[in-house]
């Protein structure tokens, strides 16, 4: 296995890779935030984009991990392709997408999907199943003829890679690991790390 040398465009290949090899969705990613006491937490969230500066996921900005991300916007991605045999992470500083590429990827999700983010108070105490269903039907009846907007708490993340570390599996667990670090200048250097 060679080094590639540039790390997201080798993260957006393999991810290509596996949306065709994988049979769970493969742009399901672990992200890791921190609060403001330094408790770590994770969840799952799906990555949308990924270019040149890093990797983009969408949430509610009211959420839990919102918020964390608020008060501290290091944040890391962890990514297991079983099939492809390899682990990604990506670590960084996640800022906001603008208004437009957040109003541009919610227009493209199902109109269920765009009712259903105006109904959840995402993180927050939830009642009843009922409660939530009730929400939901008042924001389809509010919404009906129309184009659904986006909510203003709904939005997405862009996180700034610059540490990214690919992983691929190899016999007796002598697997390989690269470690890419994105330099002052941008320029990524790697090196390979013990498995
Ligand atoms: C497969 C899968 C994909 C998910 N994708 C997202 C997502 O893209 N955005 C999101 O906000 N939550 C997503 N969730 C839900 C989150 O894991 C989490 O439950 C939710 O965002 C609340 O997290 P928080 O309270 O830490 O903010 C997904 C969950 C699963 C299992």
Request: a negative charge; one cysteine or more; proline letters at 6%.
């Amino acid at each position: 296995m060679t080094i590639a040398p540039n790390p997201l465009a080798e993260v957006s290949r393999l991810l290509s890779r596996a949306h065709t090899e994988e049979s769970h969705d493969a742009t399901a990613a672990t992200l890791a935030t921190v609060d403001a006491a330094g408790h770590p937490a994770a969840r799952i969230v799906l990555i949308k984009v990924i270019d040149a500066s890093g990797v983009t996921f969408y949430t509610n900005l009211e959420s839990r991990k919102a918020l964390e991300l608020e008060a501290n916007p290091h944040a890391a991605l962890c990514i297991y392709w079983p099939t492809l045999h390899k682990q990604v992470r990506i670590e960084g500083e996640v800022e906001a997408v603008t208004e437009a590429e957040a109003d541009e990827y919610f227009a493209s999700r199902p109109r269920g999907s765009q009712i259903g983010a105006w109904a959840s108070q995402q993180s927050e105490p939830l009642a009843s199943r009922r409660e939530l269903v009730s929400s939901y039907l008042k924001a389809q009846a509010r919404f009906a003829g129309q184009a659904v907007p986006r909510p203003p708490f709904w939005g997405g993340y862009r996180l700034i890679a610059d540490r990214i570390e690919i992983w691929h599996n190899q016999l007796y667990r002598l697997h390989d690991r690269f470690l890419y670090e994105r330099q002052v200048e941008g320029e990524w250097t790697e090196r390979r790390l013990y498995p």
